[in-house]
């Protein structure tokens, strides 16, 4: 089945880099997306990248992916606080095209 | 980019009555729209999906006859929580896909609804 995991809370200093990770199942999966979520908001996409790509980088925004291993990350570098939010990944599954969500990594940036 | 809005924003209605909330394409014609529900601290977790002018398809344990979903025109999709109780107190939040297969998918404000 499609299943995607995240840790849950992650704690960095302002300037300092955020990595969030994200295990995913679906072998098949064509993206892979980052979405942010502000309290009482709803989702807005940072940023995806396609199955096939190792690595995509916009502005403050890295993303990595291993296919090998099924393990994207994002990283925020000169991580502000206005990051702090809450940050799912996301698949899109191969079969049925679906989003299948993480539970959202809870970013807290520290002044 | 594209922007997609939900009405109301927030509500609270008594147990056993229904509540409907809109989701609307602002700038672009959505051939396919989402429902989600996010509960406290969770993930989203996928309702149903919508295409123009036909029947809703529901994830399994989602009551179509509880959530009516309604896809009228190509920028509205509604979703009507009938008899409503404490439980389906949620955020309900709404997707909308201009193209079949497009890699985005646009996501609305959220609507927060709580039942008394």
């Known amino acids: 089945g499609e299943d995607v995991e995240q840790s849950l809370f992650l704690s960095v200093r302002e300037g300092d880099s955020s990595v969030i990770n994200c295990t995913y199942t679906d072998s098949s999966s064509t993206y892979l997306y980052w979405y942010k979520q502000e309290p009482g908001a709803g989702l807005q996409l940072l940023t995806y990248?396609?199955?096939?790509?190792d690595m995509k980088q916009d502005q403050r925004l890295t993303v990595l992916l291993n296919k090998k291993d099924k393990h994207l990350s994002l990283r925020i570098a000169d991580t502000q606080t206005g990051d702090s939010a809450i940050y799912f990944c996301a698949e899109k599954a191969g079969n049925t095209g679906k989003l299948i969500f993480g539970q959202g990594t809870t970013l807290q940036v520290k002044p | 980019g594209a922007v997609v809005s939900q009405h109301p924003s927030r509500v609270i209605c008594k147990s056993g009555t229904s509540v409907k909330i809109e989701c609307r394409s602002l700038d672009f014609q959505a051939t396919t729209m989402f429902w989600y529900r996010q509960f406290p601290k969770k993930s989203l977790m996928l309702m149903a999906t919508?295409?123009?002018?036909?029947?809703?398809?529901?994830e399994q344990g989602v009551e179509k006859d509880k959530f009516l979903i309604n896809h009228a025109s190509l920028t509205l999709s509604t979703l009507t929580v009938t008899s409503a109780h404490p439980e389906d107190s949620s955020f309900y939040i709404c997707?909308?896909?201009?193209?079949?297969?497009?890699?985005?998918?646009?996501f609305g404000p959220g609507t927060r609804l709580t039942v008394t």
């Open positions: 997707s909308a896909r201009d193209l079949a297969g497009s890699y985005e998918q646009y």
């Open positions: 990248i396609f199955s096939n790509m």
């Open positions: 919508s295409n123009e002018g036909s029947k809703a398809t529901y």
